[in-house]
């Protein structure tokens, strides 16, 4: 079964300096990884995503993350944070091959990030 | 231009009261979901609608029933809403994997 694990429920970081949000995951096969951000009071907003190409995946806001089979893990970073980066963010798996071919999307209990000035 | 959509934004009632919650999406998607969200931010899938048809069922209570009357609506029925339905709950659509999400529907009951 497919689960992910993120490491921290709460990051703290001052403004402009590097951010680090740490996610493993479980899969019995290739999987499909993404990050979403959720500001307070608003819907998810897909950040970024890896669908098993490049390893290294760019997303919206200057984030990436990285995929790392040997080390399952698929950490979401940004060089330098701001203000308006402060949000829960979400590790999400995606099981392609139950249901169908839309398969069903299974999230971690996400990392809060404060951004201090 | 709404990608997702859901009605209404805020909702408050009375246990033991029957409510909906509706969904539509405008971009031209096969597949619809909707998730609660707890008070803990915890995100659990609890339907999955692929072109009108029930896909995925999470072990979801049958006071919840999910109806499709066309595949880019997907409404939410509760009936005899308990005190533990309070949450925030999600529209979704996808057509490859990537989930597009609505603003949620935050529902409290008294």
């Known amino acids: 079964a497919q689960s992910v694990t993120q490491l921290d429920s709460h990051v703290s970081v001052s403004e402009g300096t590097p951010v680090l949000l740490r996610c493993n995951y479980s899969?019995?096969?290739?999987?499909?990884l993404f990050w979403y951000v959720q500001h307070p009071n608003k819907g998810l907003q897909l950040l970024l995503k890896?669908?098993?190409?490049?390893?290294l995946v760019k997303g919206i806001n200057g984030f990436e993350a990285e995929f790392k089979k040997s080390e399952t893990s698929f950490h979401l970073t940004k060089p330098s944070a701001h203000m308006s980066d402060a949000a829960e963010y979400f590790c999400?798996?995606?099981?392609?091959?139950?249901?169908?071919?839309?398969?069903?999307?299974?999230f971690g209990k996400g990392t809060k990030l404060s951004v201090k000035p | 231009d709404t990608a997702v959509s859901q009605t209404p934004k805020y909702l408050v009632t009375q246990m033991g009261n029957d409510k909906s919650i509706k969904c539509e999406q405008n971009?031209?998607?096969?597949?619809m979901y909707w998730y609660k969200q707890d008070s803990k931010k915890f995100l659990k899938i609890m339907f999955s609608y692929n072109n009108k048809e029930l896909i995925i069922n999470e072990t979801v209570p049958n006071r919840f029933s999910p109806k499709s009357p066309d595949k880019a609506h997907l409404n939410l029925h509760i009936n005899s809403l308990e005190l533990g339905d309070s949450a925030v709950y999600f529209c979704?659509?996808?057509?490859?994997?990537?989930?597009?999400f609505g603003p949620g529907t935050r529902l409290t009951v008294l």
């Open positions: 979704a659509s996808s057509q490859t994997g990537e989930q597009f």
């Open positions: 890896y669908t098993s190409a490049a390893t």
């Open positions: 899969s019995s096969y290739s999987p499909s």
């Open positions: 971009l031209g998607h096969d597949t």
């Open positions: 999400v798996v995606s099981d392609r091959g139950y249901g169908g071919s839309q398969g069903n999307l299974i």
